[in-house]
C-alpha cells in the first residue's frame, strides 16, 4: 500500500512543480527573498500547485506512516517522469528524446537501488542529538548551493537551488515520519514536540528554495535534482537516524553504486539540457 500512496504522491507532486513553475513564468519575480511565497501567493496558479503539493504531501505522509523512509522517498523520484509531459503539456516545457530517455534511467536507477538494496527494519524516531547532526549535515551543503547559485546561468541555478531543495525534502519527510508516529499518542503530544514545528520551518524553507529553482523557467534540471538528491538523502537518514538497515554483499553493493552511477548521469544529463527557458505565453 505504501508503493501505492508514494506513486500518487509522486504524481500530485510533479503537477504541483509544473503549475508552480509556470506561474513563476509567466510573471518573473525580482530578487530572491525570503518572503517569496507570500508574493507567489496572489498567483491562482501557485495556489493551485500548492494546493497539488498538499495533497501530495498527505498521501506522502500516509506511506511514511506505514512504510520506511528509504522505500517510500526514492519512489517518489517518478515525479520527474510525470512532470515532464506535464510541463510539455501545461507549461509548453521543451521535452526531448534525451530528456526522456534520461528521465528513464533515473527511474530505473532508482527503481533498482530500491530492489536490491531492500532496506527493512528500523524505528520511527530518534534521538535529539542525531537529528542536531542531521540537521548540519543537511543545512551545510544546502547554504552551499544556494549561496553558489546567484552566479550561474538559468538552468545550472536551478539544478543548484533545487538540489538544496532536494536535500531539505528528505530532512522534511524524516521529520514527517516523526510527526505522524507521534500521532498515536495524541494531538497534544503532536503540538507540544518541537517535531512538528522543526517540520514546518524546514518546509517553508525548502518550498522557497524548490520555487526559487522553478522560477530559473528550466523544469527538467529543478525536477533531475530535487527528485534524486531527496531519496538518496532519505536512504542515508533512514540508516542513520532511524537505524533502518540494508542487506548488500560484494555483488549487491557493486550494482548499487552502479544504480547510483546511473542516477547522477541522467541527473546531469537533463540538468544540462533545456538550456534556453522556455517563451510562455501570459495570459
Not at 119 to 148: E, Q
Request: hydrophobic share 60%.
Amino acid at each position: 500500500m505504501e508503493i501505492v500512496l508514494a506513486l500518487i504522491a509522486a504524481a500530485l507532486f510533479a503537477l504541483g512543480s509544473v503549475l508552480q513553475q509556470k506561474a513563476g513564468a509567466d510573471a518573473p519575480t525580482i530578487g530572491a527573498r525570503a518572503g517569496l511565497l507570500l508574493q507567489m501567493v496572489r498567483r491562482p496558479i501557485w495556489l493551485a500547485g500548492v494546493a497539488a503539493d498538499g495533497l501530495a504531501f498527505v498521501a506522502q505522509a500516509a506511506a511514511l506512516g506505514i512504510g520506511r523512509l528509504a522505500v517510500v522517498q526514492p519512489l517518489l523520484v517518478a515525479s520527474v517522469v510525470f512532470a515532464l509531459p506535464l510541463g510539455a503539456w501545461l507549461g509548453g516545457q521543451r521535452v526531448g528524446r534525451r530528456e526522456v530517455i534520461a528521465a528513464i534511467a533515473l527511474l530505473a536507477g532508482l527503481g533498482a537501488f530500491i530492489v536490491v538494496a531492500d532496506p527493512s527494519g528500523g524505528h520511527d524516531g530518534a534521538p535529539l542529538g542525531a537529528w542536531l547532526i542531521a540537521a548540519a549535515a543537511c543545512g551545510g551543503p544546502c547554504v552551499a548551493l544556494t549561496l553558489l547559485a546567484p552566479r550561474a546561468p538559468g538552468p545550472r541555478r536551478a539544478a543548484l537551488l533545487g538540489a538544496a531543495a532536494g536535500i531539505l525534502f528528505a530532512l522534511s519527510a524524516a521529520l514527517t515520519k516523526t510527526v505522524v508516529s507521534e500521532l498515536d499518542n495524541g494531538l497534544l503530544t503532536v503540538i507540544t514536540t518541537w517535531p512538528l514545528y522543526g517540520l514546518i520551518a524546514v518546509g517553508y524553507v525548502s518550498m522557497t528554495l524548490n520555487q526559487m529553482s522553478l522560477d530559473a523557467g528550466a523544469l527538467a534540471a529543478t525536477m533531475a535534482t530535487s527528485t534524486a538528491l531527496d531519496p538518496i538523502a532519505s536512504v542515508v537518514l533512514g540508516l542513520t537516524l532511524f537505524k533502518e538497515s540494508v542487506s548488500a554483499g560484494p555483488i549487491e553493493l557493486l550494482v548499487i553504486l552502479l544504480a547510483l552511477a546511473v542516477v547522477v548521469g541522467a541527473m546531469i544529463v537533463l540538468a544540462r539540457d533545456q538550456a534556453q527557458p522556455p517563451s510562455l505565453a501570459s495570459a
